[in-house]
């Protein structure tokens, strides 16, 4: 009966990626960059007086009033756009300072160039126009990367056609705009070996028409320093969005949501900040490390609380481990040019706090606040803080926009407690959504030590081929590829990083996330596999089984439950239950009757397998209910109010990042 429930399974996904169909393409993008590199060049014709300004905090460019030159050199790292992408359109942000005195000040045109020579940033620095002394690898005038390699060419080399123009309205913010920068963009997606970034010039033909503007070293660079903004068609590809969403009844009276997108891995995630109902009280607020459990004693995880039960989600999201954040301040330029200053989640710190404000609508970009990945948000939590106290005045799950497909194994009547929520956007399988698989684990070892004593229990954990009520029945690890997991270069080829993952058996969940360290009260963690996929082919999990070994690095099988696929639900925001597995198949009998078929099947092999029927996400609070374990009702793994479609399809093809 196995093959039945695996083949049930994947046919009620086939019917669930119908319909959520309207992702499973491609679409435009929208996709923000800050600069990797950016200095000016000060015309000095003499060897000997070469000037340099790699790290101050304003570039330059035209004209001085005493007829001195100033070009400013920008870079901006794009290798991480997905292959095949198509620009559609580029435009360069500048933020100006405006000049003591506005009178008798030409309006300059801007032009941009591409440049053609790599060049140097060296550690020079100076808030004024005339540099400083030119250091090792800085760009001059006439050093690409001072004192090694010359410009062929006095002040820099670089197309003389522009690229892009502007011509500003008095002292306005600059936006460059010009078919030339997406085609620069363009070209340099085929060769990054040729990206030397651009060359600003401002009118050069007359004195008085330089132009000060913030650099990546500024204080505002997050706000006002130079950014690359990119238009973007990637076929087969979706970006990733989610949001915190805070109620009114359930947040203390604050109501809104913190949005996310980020339209590939690399790229800037979009935070926008919508709140109302802050009456000047909240100050900082962070991403935290876990998702919100439910307070009374719940089993699941919710949208939105507030108070003290906060506390469940831990600190602030540093995977990086941040010594000292102090050095953290907004608007953060220490983060974009080291993000180690600040800790992933410090969003305060990085943007400023909330302080003073009643309401807040704001459209905020972070460079280093990835959404997927090892370090990725999805799934945790952010949480406001009083501005007074800095106690926690309420906090909501980070959860994502797009559909998703959710698996459980329960390991509630295991010699171990708890369980492993595993969940994939439902597009996954279609090429367009995001591939890797989330994992939250709940999990305890009641035989282990007080979680007290510094001694830990350390389980080995793999997926195994079959579904089996008992650890006897479940096959050996799941290892489609014939993977060599004994030979020596196993251990070097297979990781934990997104390249490693697929190196290793599909099933050896140990030497892709470690072993899960587990004491006699319920530990959590959260893992990202980009190789586990739940339903897609050969590769599939769901309907496998997870096998958890004896402790202390033991050999045998200690605990072992099926992945089983949960029936999705929507949620129409109301935090009610919503949808059953025999609501599902009168919904898709319609789109496809086979898969309807399939999924009654399905239900009917659980009901006789397990005497209860397929359980939706939604539902899991009743299934979870009859927990006997105290520990294991004060913490769980899925979201009762987690919003796998809300018909709304903007919310699937979110253009923004």
Not at 167 to 178: E, F, H, K, W
Not at 592 to 621: E, F, H, N, Q
Request: aromatic share 6%; hydrophobic share 40%.
């Amino acid at each position: 009966m196995a093959g039945v429930f695996r083949a049930a399974v994947i046919a009620a996904t086939a019917a669930v990626l119908l319909l959520c169909a309207q992702p499973c393409k491609g679409e435009i993008v929208t996709a923000v960059f800050f600069p990797v590199m950016d200095a000016t060049l000060i015309e000095k014709n003499s060897v000997a007086q070469q000037a340099g300004n790699s790290r101050g905090k304003l570039l330059f460019s035209g004209r001085s009033a005493t007829g001195t030159l100033f070009r400013a050199l920008v870079k901006f790292d794009v290798s991480q756009v997905p292959a095949g992408a198509s620009v559609k359109s580029a435009s360069l942000s500048l933020g100006f300072e405006l000049p003591q005195d506005l009178s008798d000040r030409p309006v300059g045109k801007v032009t941009v160039h591409r440049v053609t020579t790599s060049w140097g940033e060296g550690p020079s620095s100076s808030e004024r126009g005339g540099g400083k002394p030119a250091q090792p690898a800085d760009p001059t005038w006439l050093y690409a990367a001072y004192s090694d390699r010359t410009w062929n060419t006095k002040g820099g080399d670089f197309e003389q056609n522009p690229s892009g123009t502007h011509l500003p309205n008095d002292y306005d913010q600059a936006s460059v705009t010009g078919s030339g920068l997406a085609n620069d963009v363009q070209a340099w997606l085929a060769q990054p070996s040729d990206n030397y970034g651009w060359i600003i010039r401002v009118d050069e033909t007359e004195n008085m028409t330089a132009r000060k503007f913030h650099s990546s070293e500024a204080d505002e660079a997050l706000v006002d320093g130079p950014r690359l903004t990119l238009t973007l068609d990637i076929p087969n590809h979706r970006a990733v969005a989610a949001r915190a969403r805070f109620r009114r009844e359930d947040s203390d009276g604050i109501e809104g949501e913190i949005s996310f997108s980020q339209a590939f891995p690399g790229a800037s995630t979009r935070v926008a900040v919508q709140l109302a109902g802050l009456d000047q009280r909240v100050g900082n607020y962070h991403v935290h490390s876990l998702p919100l459990f439910a307070p009374g004693g719940g089993a699941e995880l919710v949208g939105t609380v507030a108070g003290a039960t906060c506390s469940d989600t831990l600190g602030h999201w540093d995977p990086a481990g941040v010594a000292d954040a102090s050095g953290c301040t907004a608007p953060a330029r220490q983060h974009l040019m080291a993000p180690t200053a600040c800790e992933v989640g410090d969003l305060s710190g990085k943007h400023g706090p909330l302080q003073d404000k009643s309401d807040v609508s704001v459209v905020l970009y972070d460079p280093d606040l990835p959404l997927t990945g090892p370090t990725g948000i999805l799934f945790r939590s952010v949480v406001l803080h009083h501005a007074a106290t800095d106690a926690r005045v309420t906090c909501a799950t980070i959860e994502p926009k797009a559909p998703q497909l959710v698996a459980l194994a329960n390991f509630s009547s295991t010699a171990l407690g708890g369980h492993v929520l595993l969940m994939q956007d439902a597009a996954a399988g279609s090429g367009t959504g995001n591939t890797e698989t989330t994992l939250i684990v709940s999990m305890r070892d009641p035989n282990a030590p007080a979680a007290a004593d510094t001694q830990v229990y350390q389980h080995n954990w793999h997926v195994h081929e079959l579904a089996g009520d008992t650890c006897s029945d479940v096959g050996g690890h799941f290892n489609p590829r014939q993977v060599c997991s004994t030979c020596d270069a196993y251990t070097q080829t297979c990781g934990s990083s997104p390249s490693a993952q697929p190196q290793c058996e599909v099933g050896d969940l140990s030497h892709k996330h470690g072993v899960l360290t587990l004491t006699d009260k319920v530990v959590v963690s959260i893992f990202r596999d980009v190789d586990l996929p739940l339903v897609s082919g050969d590769l599939a999990v769901a309907g496998r089984t997870i096998g958890i070994h004896q402790a202390n690095l033991g050999t045998l099988l200690q605990a072992c439950a099926t992945m089983e696929l949960q029936a999705p639900a929507s949620n129409d925001g109301s935090g009610t239950s919503g949808g059953s597995s025999v609501s599902l198949i009168v919904i898709v009998i319609p789109v496809v009757a086979a898969a309807g078929i399939a999924l009654l099947a399905l239900v009917l092999y659980r009901t006789r397998r397990t005497g209860s029927r397929a359980v939706p996400v939604s539902s899991y609070k009743e299934m979870m209910s009859k927990e006997t374990d105290p520990d294991l009702k004060s913490a769980g793994s899925v979201f009762d109010d987690m919003e796998l479609d809300d018909g709304n399809p903007q919310d699937h093809g979110d253009s923004f990042v």
